[in-house]
Structure formats: structure tokens, C-alpha cells
């Protein structure tokens, strides 16, 4: 049984939906959700770019083979290609974060090979082959720890596109499946009722555009604390 609309009041400070639920609450639990899936995007794009990327950097043989498949990705727009996979494997959470993992993943890629580009040729790494280290050991011990600035830089960034990115896909039906609340999901809900209870799709979409600026704000925090040269300008 569907109840009547309540406007934004004290009791319901963002007022209901068609069916007497509190807008705020959901927004609250989908917030839970939604930076959910994006964390897990930024952890599953991460650990695979970084392998990616650092066996495309380190060892010249596999460099082309790896970047090639990168760019056959990156060749398609982000949004596009994400609602293809998640088409294709159906609606789920699960498999709404594989599909962004997998877009999102060559932008990761990409950062950590031009990372280890110019590592592996540093001296204290050409010291450590001349000591008769092996791969593994320079890999673990010199190359990594010193992708971790631009790469954290750039997961942030990851961070607030999967946001946007798990919006569209549970906008358009393809993401987390409903009861589940997620902002994508209670927007697509409300977009019936946009002229006579706006809030509906309004306290979502402004949950999503603060977050994601946050976001934004966070890695160009980190960008300007992490990467020398713009410590030099500033200085």
C-alpha cells in the first residue's frame, strides 16, 4: 500500500517516498553502500594495476603485451564499457565492482608502470643488480615503496569516479538491486515523482556531489603533499 508524500519537515528532515519511507535514512544506509563499492573498486583496480603496471614497467618483454591490452580498454569510454560488463554479468553488487574494477584498472596500470619507468633507473637500483639482488627483492625492497605517492594520489581520484560510476549503474537497473538502498537507486525511484516530491531525487544526488567533491579535494591534498615539484611551485 502506497502512503502520501511528506515533504521535508522536523520529523522528516528529507522528507519520504511514495511508500512512507524516510529519505534520510536511506541516504544514510545507502551511503554505507555506495562508499562500499567504491572502496572495494579502489582496493581490487589497485592491487591489479600495481601488478600490471609494475611487471609492464620492470620487464621490458611483457611491457607491450600488458600496455596493449591496457589501451584496448582505455579505448572505450569508462561509463560505456562499465555498463557493458555489468550488462553482461548481470544486476548485483558484486558485479557491479567487478565492472568498475576492471574499467578502472588500466588509469592505475598506467600510473605505476611511469613510476617504475623511472625508478628502475636510479642509481640505488642499479647498486642493488650490481649486489646481485634478485628481481623479487628489488621489486619488494626499492621499486614499490616508491609508487605508493602518485599511486595513492590517483586511487583517490578512482575513489570518487567509482562513486559517480556505481550511481549510473544502480540508476539504470544494472548495479545493486533494490530494497537495497544506494543513492543511484533512490534517485532512479524517485525520477516518476520529480515534479510533486523532488526531495526524493534531490538529497541523493547532493549526497553524491559532496562526497565526490571531498573526494577531489582529498587527492589534490595528497597530490600537493606527496609529489615533490609541487612542493618547489608552492615553495
Request: glycine residues 8%.
Amino acid at each position: 500500500m502506497r502512503h502520501r508524500f511528506e515533504p521535508p519537515s522536523a520529523a522528516f528532515p528529507f522528507g519520504t517516498d511514495n511508500f512512507g519511507r524516510d529519505i534520510f535514512s536511506r541516504v544514510v544506509y545507502g551511503a554505507r553502500i555506495s562508499l562500499q563499492i567504491g572502496l572495494s573498486v579502489v582496493v581490487l583496480s589497485g592491487i591489479s594495476g600495481v601488478i600490471f603496471g609494475t611487471l609492464a614497467g620492470y620487464f621490458p618483454r611483457l611491457d607491450n603485451v600488458i600496455m596493449r591490452v591496457m589501451d584496448a580498454l582505455l579505448a572505450f569510454p569508462e561509463i560505456i564499457l562499465a555498463i557493458a560488463i555489468a550488462a553482461t554479468l548481470g544486476p548485483s553488487t558484486a558485479n557491479a565492482i567487478i565492472a568498475l574494477a576492471v574499467v578502472y584498472t588500466p588509469r592505475t596500470a598506467r600510473v605505476v608502470r611511469a613510476s617504475v619507468l623511472v625508478i628502475r633507473q636510479m642509481d640505488y637500483v642499479t647498486a642493488a643488480i650490481c649486489a646481485g639482488a634478485t628481481d623479487m627483492r628489488i621489486l619488494r625492497r626499492h621499486v614499490f615503496p616508491n609508487t605508493m605517492a602518485p599511486l595513492v594520489v590517483q586511487l583517490t581520484f578512482i575513489f570518487a569516479y567509482a562513486v559517480i560510476a556505481e550511481a549510473v549503474l544502480s540508476f539504470l537497473g544494472i548495479g545493486a538491486v533494490p530494497p537495497t538502498p544506494t543513492w543511484g537507486n533512490i534517485i532512479a525511484e524517485g525520477r516518476n515523482y520529480i515534479r510533486e516530491a523532488t526531495w526524493i531525487s534531490l538529497f541523493p544526488g547532493l549526497a553524491i556531489g559532496i562526497t565526490v567533491l571531498g573526494l577531489n579535494l582529498l587527492g589534490d591534498g595528497l597530490r600537493d603533499v606527496l609529489d615533490p615539484r609541487m612542493k618547489v611551485r608552492h615553495g
